[in-house]
C-alpha cells in the first residue's frame, strides 16, 4: 500500500510575518527621517493598524502572516525590552536628586492603581485594565507587551490598550508644547513633565526636542526612570498572578526571563564603560525589534471591534492621560527645577 503524498511543512513558518513587519519598519525610518517629528515605533503601530483593517490582507495576516506576527509582538518584543535596559544608567537617574525620583515614582504609582481602578469599575475584559494601567503609567506599548507576556491571557487583551497608548502619546506630541507656552514653563519644567506624562520614549523625545536639548535630556532621564520601574511592576504582577493562579503549570514563572536581562543591562549599563558604537548598535536593534513588535500588536486591531466592545476603554484611556498629565504638571511646578 503506497502512502499518500505529504504536505511540505514550511521550515520557517514565522518568515513570512516577520517579513512583512521588517517591511513596515522599514517604512516607518523612511517616515521618521522625512518628518522627525514622528517616532518610528508610532509608524508601527499605525501600519500595522491600517493594514489590518484591509479585508482583503486579513486573510494573510489572521493566517500565513500570523505565526510571524505572533512571533514578533512576543518574543521579539521581550528581546527589545532588555535592550531598552542598555538606555538607562542609575547614575543619570541619582542626579535627578532624590526627591524628583520619589515624585516621578510615585505618578507612576498613582496613574498605575487610577487606571487600574477604572478600568475595574468600567468593567472592561479580561486584562485590559492591567494592560491599561501599565502602558499609561511606565512606557507605552513596550508595557503592555511586557505585561501581557505574565497575564493568564498571553496578549489576547493587548490590541486595544496598544491603541489607545499610541493614539494619547501621539496627540501629546501636538498638545503639551502649546500648553506648555501658555502657562509659561521653563525648559527644564517642559522637559521634566514630558518625560512624566508621555508613554513611548520615542514620542517623549519628539514632544521635548520642540523646546531644546536641555528639555530633551532631563526629559530622557525621566522618562527612562519610569522605564526602570517596569520590572518591579511586571515582577510583583507576576507574583500576584502565581498566588492566585490555579493550575501551576500554568503559571507564570516568579520573575520572567526578559525582566531579568533588562535588569542586568540596566546594571551593565551601570557600571560598565561600555562603547559608544555597541550602545548605538544595540539602540538600533532595539528600535527594530520593538518596530517589528509594535506592527505586530497592530495588526491584531480590529475597527469595528473596537467600536462594539471599545467605548468604555477609550473612556478609560482617556481619563488616565488627563489624570497623568494633570498630576505630573502640578508635581514639575513645584520641584527645584531652573
Request: proline share 6%; charged share 10%.
Amino acid at each position: 500500500m503506497t502512502a499518500g503524498p505529504k504536505t511540505a511543512t514550511p521550515r520557517a513558518p514565522w518568515a513570512p510575518g516577520v517579513g512583512v513587519a521588517a517591511v513596515a519598519t522599514a517604512i516607518a525610518w523612511g517616515v521618521h527621517s522625512l518628518v522627525p517629528a514622528v517616532p518610528i515605533l508610532t509608524v508601527c503601530v499605525l501600519l500595522g493598524v491600517i493594514v489590518a483593517q484591509i479585508p482583503a490582507a486579513r486573510p494573510a495576516v489572521d493566517g500565513v502572516l500570523a505565526p510571524g506576527l505572533t512571533l514578533s509582538a512576543k518574543r521579539l518584543l521581550r528581546i527589545g525590552v532588555v535592550l531598552l535596559g542598555l538606555k538607562l544608567s542609575l547614575v543619570d537617574v541619582a542626579g535627578l536628586g532624590w526627591l524628583t525620583v520619589v515624585v516621578v515614582v510615585a505618578i507612576l504609582a498613582a496613574t498605575f492603581f487610577v487606571t487600574w481602578a477604572l478600568g475595574r469599575w468600567a468593567r472592561l475584559p479580561g486584562d485590559q485594565p492591567l494592560l491599561l494601567a501599565a502602558g499609561f503609567s511606565i512606557c507605552g506599548a513596550s508595557a503592555i507587551g511586557a505585561m501581557s507576556a505574565v497575564t493568564r491571557d498571553r496578549g489576547r487583551d493587548a490590541a486595544t490598550p496598544v491603541a489607545l497608548v499610541t493614539l494619547c502619546g501621539t496627540a501629546a506630541i501636538a498638545i503639551l508644547p502649546p500648553i506648555a507656552s501658555a502657562l509659561g514653563l521653563t525648559d527644564m519644567q517642559f522637559g521634566a513633565w514630558t518625560g512624566a506624562s508621555v508613554h513611548d520614549v520615542g514620542q517623549v523625545v519628539a514632544t521635548a526636542q520642540t523646546a531644546g536639548a536641555s528639555a530633551l535630556a532631563i526629559a530622557i532621564v525621566v522618562k527612562l526612570t519610569r522605564v526602570v520601574m517596569l520590572a518591579p511592576v511586571v515582577a510583583i504582577t507576576s507574583l500576584v498572578i502565581r498566588r492566585r493562579g490555579g493550575d501551576v503549570g500554568a503559571r507564570p514563572p516568579i520573575v520572567p526571563l526578559f525582566v531579568v536581562g533588562f535588569l542586568v543591562a540596566v546594571v551593565l549599563r551601570t557600571v560598565v564603560p561600555i562603547p559608544e558604537g555597541v550602545l548605538g548598535a544595540a539602540d538600533l536593534l532595539q528600535t527594530v525589534l520593538l518596530g517589528l513588535a509594535l506592527f505586530g500588536l497592530g495588526t491584531g486591531i480590529r475597527f469595528e471591534k473596537l467600536a462594539r466592545t471599545g467605548g468604555r476603554a477609550v473612556a478609560v484611556g482617556l481619563a488616565s492621560w488627563i489624570f497623568i498629565a494633570v498630576v505630573s504638571l502640578g508635581a514639575v511646578q513645584l520641584l527645584p527645577l531652573a
